[in-house]
Structures are given as structure tokens and as C-alpha cells.
């Protein structure tokens, strides 16, 4: 039994630091929108209360934010307005991430995020902002003693002070290979014109269109094809560095049943999974990395952010040989198999998978052929292209079935392996449109939790499609 | 593989799906009404207001006059003690199996429009998704809630 307890006041900066963030752009457009030609003081009062409510209510959240914790539950009061008191037993909860922010390294302090699973609706969720290292571990070993004790599974040796191998780390080259080769980038150039289309009320435009027009027609469209590189290339570099930040001293280990990745620099994050709630492991080869024989692997957890990205999706290698890829799932988690022997779709969807991405390009290209004539001729090469990465990706779509284990794989650009296990296979589904029957194929689609999880192939051959389909049916009929 | 086994649903769903139809549609209408009227201020050509009456026109028809019948026939499901087998679509036909152990819970479902016709709808929700079998007749729905229910309790003590 802990003492109840406050967080560190470090907390508080955390915490309205990270309001503050969210909060800067649509306190710009207010500003801005608002003022009318001159500015004057009056257009601060709305930043101003924001801010001072913000830093307030940071201050009472922190007061009346309280923790403890005993052997079988955590317990944490919150809640400025509302009091909210939740206990969570601590044999329930199922992920931990430790992680060290900037502010958090500046009082030796870190952050710990906990997943438990709630009622049947939805996962709960705890952040404890800023708390010793050394309360952290407490806390860690109180968890698997808790869960130990559920289990009835009496360790003969004590857990902790083993020394457990890394089973992978990235070398500093490496770093610099998966945050240049990484799909990052497009990201950071979708968020930009996010960023740039909340300002369009006051960017004039209208006129900076007109402006580019008469400049196109002029000499002036060299400049803009440089402006706009420039822009994605910054872009592209700021991704670069977020990457490596992210990535750096990344280290995999085994500790029993979790699976520890501890990765980062300026900030320093830990993630543990425990095996039980792997929910099945997916291999991504983009097409650049995929020539140089690499690819990049990660774990699907039952639920929550644990590692910042999408729901569930947890990074175990951003960057790996392919050959390796296999002995590491190996020994992080060896109910998997990744030698699979993946069968190849039918002849027959060939074609369907080339008029596939036709579909959405011949009407634009026509279009720009026609009224960029005669140059605009050349764009018509997109549309073999495209029947070209159509064979590529009906090359390398194909599925494989164990009596354990189904492995689904798809894509081009970004190759994506799925392999789940039988048992968190939570629905089937095999589809069919009217097309499809006529050449008798099928679409076959599994999912896993969290929920909107799913791995699918299109154009699978009818029969085969039932024969996965059956598979999850004689579900008892092959245990036996 | 995607043949019609197992039991179809009420015939009275189609009823039920005509009258939602026929909401959609009057929802629709003062839509493109409300359209009209801005465009006829802008003295819009005329040609553009028989596009839009048109395109309500096969809105219509196809809500109320033809998907209804054919969804109905084309819905089936079959509850076994192992698994739930659903099966739907017009023009995409989906099969869709849920194992028994993978249940979590099951809802009846009733809107005033099933109620009216004495109908409800069962949903079944896994940890990845939920899946609903629309219109089945209300005694039936209530029996398979209560069936699947215990199946899955079954179900889940096998597994562990």
C-alpha cells in the first residue's frame, strides 16, 4: 500500500504545455479573423482568457489529482468539477508505456500510460504525468506480481535483476535509413495543407491564384515548381528528423511474457506488451525498401494508443532484413509461423487487378490529355503505368493457411503481410459483387481487435475463399 | 461458396424498407427542393431542374420500388451452436462467420417502424466489431438472443 499522493508539479507545466500547443492555431484565426484593419488590445482579451483558464484549470487538475495504489488495485481521484474516483485492478491492466518528455527529463521525472481493459465497452485508460522512476518500476513489479497471482503461476526465481538480451536494436545507420525511406513524409505534407487551408479566410486566395495564373502564363513557372519543391523537400526533412527522434537506441527486449521496446531520444519512451495481447503481427516492405531487401514490422495490440500511432499498432522493428525478420517473431513470439507458403490469386483476376487502378485514372487523363493538348499527351503514359502496378500487385497478393495461422498479403507501393492467430480471429467475411462471381473470385476479409482491424485480399479464387471460410467454421473439429 | 443456406428474414421487411425508403426520400426531396429554389433564383436554365426532379425520381424508385425485395431475399443467417453465419447484399453478396467463443454480447433492437410490424432486429457484438441481423419476427429475435447468449457463455467455457 502507497500513500495517496500527488503527481510531480512538473505535471502541471506538462500538462498546460501540451493545452497550450493545441490550442495556438484556432487562437490565431480568432485573432486574426477577428481583428479588423488596425489591431489593437482589445483582440487579446480572448487569448488572454483562454490562456489564464488554461493555466488554472492546469493547476487545479493537478490538485485534485491524487494516486495510490495497493497490491490488487490502482486507485486514482480526478476531476476539477466532477469528482471521479477509479479504482482499476491492477491483474486487468494490460499495457504499460513509460515515457520521459522534455519536461518530464528536466525534473527526472516520466510519464507512465496505462491500458487496463474496462467493461465490455471500452478499454480504460490512465495517464500518470509526472512520477519517480522509481515509483514507475514499484508500480511495473506490483502489476506482474498482481497478474502472477492470478494466474497461480508461483515463480520459482524472482522477476526482476535479470539481465534479459535485446532480441533487436537499430544501429545509427539504420536510424538513418528508416527515417529517410520511411512513408513518414506524406504525412507531414498532409498536415501542412491542413495547416494552410485553416488559414484561408485571411490569405487573399483569390488573388494569389490569379497572381500564379498570370505568372504560369509568363516565365514564372519555373519559380513555382522550385517554391513548391522546396516546400516538400522541407517537409520530407522535417519528417526525417521527427523519424530519427523517434527511432533512436531502439531496443526490443523479452522480459517473460511482455515484450519491452524502448525506444527515442530527446524523448525516451517504453512500451510493454504482454504476448497475451498480441492480436497478430504485420509486415510492411514499401517499394523502395522492399529492393533493398528490408522491411519494417509491427504487433497488433488488443487496444489503445500505446505507442502514439492508430489504435493497436505498435512498432516492433521501423527497419529490418527481411531474413531476419523471421528468427525475431521467433523469439518475441513463437506461436507464429512466418514461413508460410503463400498461395498466388488465380490467372483469371490478372485482369481485374490491371483494370483495377484504371478505373479511377482513365476519365482525368483523358481529361488532361485532351485540354493540355499537345503535350498533355504525354499523360497518357499513366495509364499502362497503372495496369503495370496492377500485375505488381496481383503478383503479390496471396494468402496461406495453417491449421493455426492465417497470413493474408496485399499492396504494392506498401506491401502489408498479415498473420493472425486462429483464435483472435474475432469474424470472417468473404464477399463476392457481381463481377467477381462471374469469374468466380471472392474478397476475403479477417478481423481482429481493436475494433476496425482487418486484413483483406481481393480476387481470391471462389473455392479457396470457402476453403478459409471453412476454416474458422471447424473450429472444434481440428483440436481434437 | 456464397449460395442462400440457412433461414431468410421476415417477408415483412420489405414493408418496413419500403417505408424507410419513402422517409429517405421525402428527407430528399426538400434537399433538392431547398436546391431548386436557390437555382431558380440564380435564373438557372430549366434543363437543370429536370436533371435534379430526375435524379430524385431514381432516388426513389430505387429505395422504395427496388432494392427493399431484393435485399430481403438475398438475407439469410443461420445460428449454430459454434458459429453465426450471416449472409446479405445486393450486389456485393458477404458471408460473414462469427465463432461462438468470440461473442461478447447480444441487443434486441426495435424502432417504431419494427414495432408497428411486430418485428425487432438482433445485434451481435464482438471485441472487433458488431454485426446485426435486421427484421426477423419479435418472438424469434427475443429466442435467439436468449439462444446466442448461452451458446456463447458455453462457448467461452470451452475456450478457457
Given amino acids: ?480 | 461458396m456464397l449460395h442462400d443456406s440457412g433461414k431468410p428474414i421476415s417477408i415483412k421487411a420489405v414493408t418496413v424498407w419500403r417505408l424507410t425508403g419513402a422517409l429517405g426520400a421525402a428527407a430528399s426531396g426538400v434537399v433538392i427542393g431547398g436546391v431548386a429554389f436557390l437555382i431558380s433564383r440564380f435564373h438557372a436554365p430549366s434543363w437543370l431542374f429536370a436533371v435534379l426532379a430526375g435524379a430524385w425520381v431514381v432516388e426513389a424508385i430505387v429505395w422504395m420500388v427496388w432494392l427493399p425485395p431484393l435485399r430481403q431475399r438475398r438475407w439469410r443467417y443461420d445460428i449454430r451452436e459454434e458459429e453465426i453465419d450471416i449472409q446479405r447484399g445486393v450486389w456485393s453478396i458477404r458471408r460473414t462467420l462469427i465463432p461462438m467463443a468470440r461473442v461478447q454480447y447480444v441487443d434486441v433492437r426495435q424502432g417504431p417502424l419494427l414495432k408497428r410490424y411486430g418485428l425487432a432486429s438482433i445485434a451481435v457484438f464482438t471485441a472487433a466489431a458488431a454485426h446485426e441481423i435486421p427484421a426477423l419476427p419479435m418472438e424469434e429475435a427475443e429466442r435467439l438472443c436468449c439462444l446466442i447468449a448461452e451458446w456463447a457463455k458455453v462457448a467461452d467455457e470451452d475456450d478457457a
Fill in chain 1, 1 to 480: 500500500m502507497t500513500p495517496r499522493r500527488r503527481l510531480h508539479p512538473i505535471a502541471i507545466i506538462a500538462g498546460v504545455g501540451k493545452e497550450l500547443k493545441s490550442m495556438v492555431v484556432p487562437l490565431l484565426v480568432i485573432m486574426v479573423a477577428g481583428s479588423r484593419n488596425d489591431f489593437s488590445w482589445r483582440d487579446l482579451i480572448v487569448p488572454l482568457v483562454a490562456v489564464a483558464y488554461t493555466m488554472v484549470m492546469g493547476i487545479l487538475s493537478w490538485i485534485r489529482f491524487t494516486y495510490e495504489w495497493n497490491e490488487d488495485n490502482l486507485l486514482v481521484e480526478e476531476g476539477v468539477f466532477v469528482r471521479k474516483r477509479r479504482s482499476i485492478p491492477l491483474e486487468r491492466i494490460h499495457g504499460i508505456s513509460v515515457t520521459e518528455g522534455i519536461w518530464q527529463r528536466m525534473a527526472g521525472v516520466v510519464q507512465v500510460h496505462i491500458e487496463a481493459a474496462g467493461d465490455a465497452l471500452g478499454e480504460a485508460e490512465v495517464t500518470l504525468r509526472a512520477i519517480s522512476r522509481e515509483e514507475a518500476r514499484r508500480l511495473q513489479r506490483c502489476v506482474e506480481q498482481a497478474k502472477n497471482k492470478a494466474e497461480n503461476a508461483a515463480h520459482p526465481e524472482p522477476l526482476a535483476n535479470r539481465p534479459h538480451p535485446a532480441l533487436f536494436t537499430l544501429s545509427m545507420k539504420e536510424v538513418w535509413v528508416a527515417s529517410l525511406t520511411s512513408g513518414g513524409a506524406l504525412g507531414v505534407v498532409a498536415a501542412l495543407c491542413a495547416f494552410l487551408s485553416q488559414f484561408s479566410d485571411f490569405i487573399p486566395y483569390e488573388a494569389l491564384v490569379r497572381d500564379i495564373q498570370s505568372t504560369w502564363n509568363g516565365h514564372g513557372r519555373w519559380y513555382i515548381g522550385l517554391f513548391i519543391l522546396s516546400i516538400l523537400l522541407a517537409a520530407y526533412g522535417v519528417a526525417v528528423v521527427q523519424n530519427m527522434i523517434r527511432y533512436a537506441s531502439f531496443v526490443v527486449r523479452k522480459q517473460e511474457d511482455t515484450i519491452v521496446i524502448a525506444r527515442g531520444w530527446l524523448e525516451r519512451k517504453a512500451v510493454s506488451v504482454p504476448v497475451a495481447r498480441v492480436q497478430g503481427v504485420v509486415i510492411h516492405e514499401n517499394w523502395l525498401r522492399r529492393f533493398f531487401g528490408y522491411a519494417s514490422v509491427s504487433i497488433i495490440h488488443a487496444g489503445g494508443r500505446l505507442d502514439g500511432g492508430g489504435a493497436g499498432d505498435v512498432v516492433l522493428c521501423p527497419l529490418v532484413e527481411k531474413r531476419r525478420v523471421a528468427s525475431i517473431i521467433q523469439a518475441c513470439l513463437p506461436e507464429y509461423d512466418l514461413d508460410a507458403h503463400f498461395h498466388p490469386l488465380p490467372k483469371r483476376a490478372q485482369r481485374r487487378y490491371m483494370l483495377r487502378p484504371l478505373v479511377w485514372l482513365v476519365i482525368p487523363t483523358i481529361l488532361v490529355a485532351y485540354m493540355e493538348r499537345p503535350w498533355g499527351m504525354a499523360a497518357l503514359f499513366v495509364l499502362p503505368l497503372g495496369a503495370w502496378i496492377g500485375t505488381r500487385r496481383f503478383r503479390i497478393a496471396g494468402w496461406a493457411l495453417s491449421s493455426r495461422q492465417l497470413a493474408l498479403r496485399s499492396g504494392w507501393f506498401r506491401q502489408t503481410t498479415t498473420y493472425l492467430l486462429k483464435r483472435h480471429v474475432q469474424s470472417l467475411e468473404a464477399s463476392a459483387t457481381w463481377w467477381q462471381r462471374r469469374k468466380r473470385l471472392a474478397t476475403i476479409s479477417a478481423s481482429v481487435m481493436p475494433i476496425g482491424t482487418r486484413a483483406r485480399v481481393v480476387d481470391v479464387d471462389e473455392e479457396d475463399a470457402a476453403s478459409i471460410y471453412r476454416w474458422l467454421q471447424g473450429e472444434k473439429g481440428d483440436q481434437t
